[in-house]
């Protein structure tokens, strides 16, 4: 709650600290005295518009800081959480306006942005009457009101996990399809291409033997003559190579018993001479026999090599790459038909998601529609006592179009009203008139006390143009609501200050610079008695005015 209010220079202001208290607090006065510009300092603090014109005369700047216990506060502290601040038990809310018109923000001491410093502000306090309501006249709050009144907690936050996961089912869907659609794209490039790399069917290192190929046939005399040349060097028994080998063999032969083991060690190589010079000779046979009989001519291989090169350059790569990129496409056409089964089952669950949200947002709306009969008739239960016995209000449930479905529900949620009989409903704001819309606010919040997630709440003129009973029963309703949070009242009635657990005076004296300048003072039960009989009898306080002030502070329970 909030517990101390200190305001400097603004308007009939000069230095000011306000020591507050729980439950219902009255705040009353004579005409003129500064209750307004309380308000307007305590806006300003909670994130209102600035205006350098409450800024008090001859001084260059203003500033108001609030201090809010916020210890039993969890939403403030998951607020605070949310927007990385520390928290702790008492929270420091501080704006500073200079005469340039330049405006700064604190909490905790800690620079904040002016829309910071509204949305923690927007918990903590509301303001009903001149100002604009910051809680229950924003329609994006009411669902969550409504389900807290009718104990729909769990039923809303099942339909959040609901719609969460049909969110990610859908996305899974849509980017898998999406894969699908480019792959599709490239299908029929993907069979075409495979078709030719089929058709050539080219191996790794091919180019290279067929270029070899290519070089020996083009020199086709020139290398028989020179390979039939040394084959003729090379084998048979007159050949000079194995004449050597035979010969140096034979005489080591007629001398191997005097040379032991040296014999081997001699003779073991020149075998794997003799060895290696027959496969050499052998081989120079095949390629002789290969090109005297070549099954595939010059034109063939120039032809395959042109093919492979000319593919390679097609797809950018090497020809040794070709067969690699034939298996890549292969695993892509696979991947396509694969995939399509993959989105049907994709679809199966983004479906059976959206099934299982439609049931949740079902019970959700089922909840709602009974929970909004029920606050209906609590709020129209209060409307009567307060003057508004013709007034219809109404929980309006619109059930939205799915493209507008949402992790709150399928529908939208609205509290309306109509002041006059047989009129339509409509937003609260746009029927009611000021005064109307305090006690609006006031049967609304009465109806809604146990699930107000606000800790203050400060009314301003909410008994303008009633009286007696009426009065009386603002006052009552106004206690009520103090049983569950802090609620300021600026008041101007007797009946609703006498309701009130703490009452100040706020008056208007002469500051040191003789600038009018406005005070607020706490009421012992005497001084109390002594504004409730101002109130009810003027300026001149009469006898029947005191006892009428005793029997008001003595009849409220």
């Keep these: 709650m909030l517990t101390t209010l200190s305001i400097q220079n603004i308007v009939l202001i000069d230095k000011l600290t306000l020591e507050l208290a729980d439950g219902l607090c009255a705040l009353t006065g004579e005409t003129g005295a500064g209750k307004s510009i309380l308000l307007d300092a305590m806006g300003l603090v909670l994130g209102a518009r600035a ?68 949305t923690i502000g927007s918990h903590l306090v509301e303001i009903h009457g001149q100002f604009d309501t910051q809680g229950l006249l924003d329609a994006a709050s009411h669902g969550l009101l409504l389900d807290s009144f009718g104990n729909l907690t769990d039923a809303r936050q099942g339909v959040q996990r609901a719609w969460d996961h049909w969110q990610e089912a859908e996305k899974a869907r849509q980017a898998l399809a999406e894969d699908i659609a480019r792959a599709r794209a490239e299908e029929d490039y993907l069979r ?6 089929d058709e050539l069917a080219p191996e790794v290192g091919e180019e290279d033997a067929l270029a070899a190929r290519r070089t020996q046939l083009m020199h086709r005399e020139k290398v028989m003559e020179a390979l039939a040349s040394a084959a003729g060097e090379l084998s048979g028994d007159d050949s000079g190579g194995s004449r050597r080998l035979a010969a140096g063999r034979r005489s080591l032969e007629r001398i191997a018993d005097k040379l032991g083991d040296a014999f081997d060690r001699i003779v073991e190589p020149l075998d794997r001479a003799q060895s290696e010079l027959d496969e050499a000779v052998a081989a120079l046979d095949n390629v002789l026999a290969d090109l005297d009989h070549d099954p595939r001519g010059l034109e063939d291989i120039e032809d395959r090599l042109f093919s492979i090169r000319q593919l390679a350059r097609k797809h950018n790569v090497q020809p040794d790459q070709l067969p690699g990129l034939r298996q890549s496409f292969a695993e892509k056409l696979s991947m396509i038909d694969d995939q399509s089964a993959h989105l049907d089952k994709a679809a199966r669950a983004s479906a059976a998601a959206r099934d299982a949200y439609t049931k949740a947002a079902s019970l959700l709306t089922q909840g709602r529609t009974s929970a909004a009969d029920t606050l209906d008739q609590a709020v129209m239960t209060e409307l009567a006592p307060l003057k508004l016995g013709k007034a219809v209000f109404v929980s309006e449930l619109t059930a939205l179009d799915e493209d507008h479905w949402g992790p709150s529900g399928a529908e939208r949620v609205r509290f309306t009203v109509a002041t006059n009989p047989g009129h339509k409903p409509g937003p609260i704001d746009k029927i009611a008139s000021g005064g109307e819309l305090a006690r609006f606010m006031l049967a609304l919040k009465v ?47 007797p009946q609703v200050a006498a309701r009130a657990a703490h009452h100040w005076q706020i008056s208007k004296s002469d500051a040191t610079d003789g600038l009018p300048a406005t005070a607020i003072t706490p009421l012992n039960s005497q001084a109390r008695r002594e504004e409730i009989a101002r109130m009810l009898s003027g300026a001149e306080i009469s006898d029947e005015a005191r006892a009428a002030a005793d029997k008001l502070l003595t009849s409220p329970t």
């Design 51 to 118: 205006n350098t014109g409450l800024i008090r005369a001859g001084e260059d700047q203003a500033s108001v800081t609030a201090v809010v216990d916020a210890s039993a506060l969890p939403a403030v502290q998951q607020a605070l959480t949310a927007l990385e601040f520390d928290t702790g038990e008492d929270l420091i809310l501080r704006r500073v306006i200079t005469r340039d018109g330049r405006s700064r923000a604190f909490v905790n001491d800690q620079p904040v942005s002016i829309g910071t410093l509204k």
């Design 447 to 493: 109806a809604l006390r146990r699930v107000n997630a606000v800790p203050s709440l400060v009314f301003d003129e909410v008994d303008a143009g009633i009286g007696g009973a009426v009065a009386d029963a603002v006052g009552e309703r106004l206690a009520r609501l103090g049983q569950d949070a802090q609620v300021l009242v600026v008041t101007h009635s």
């Design 192 to 197: 075409h291409a495979l078709g030719e790399l």
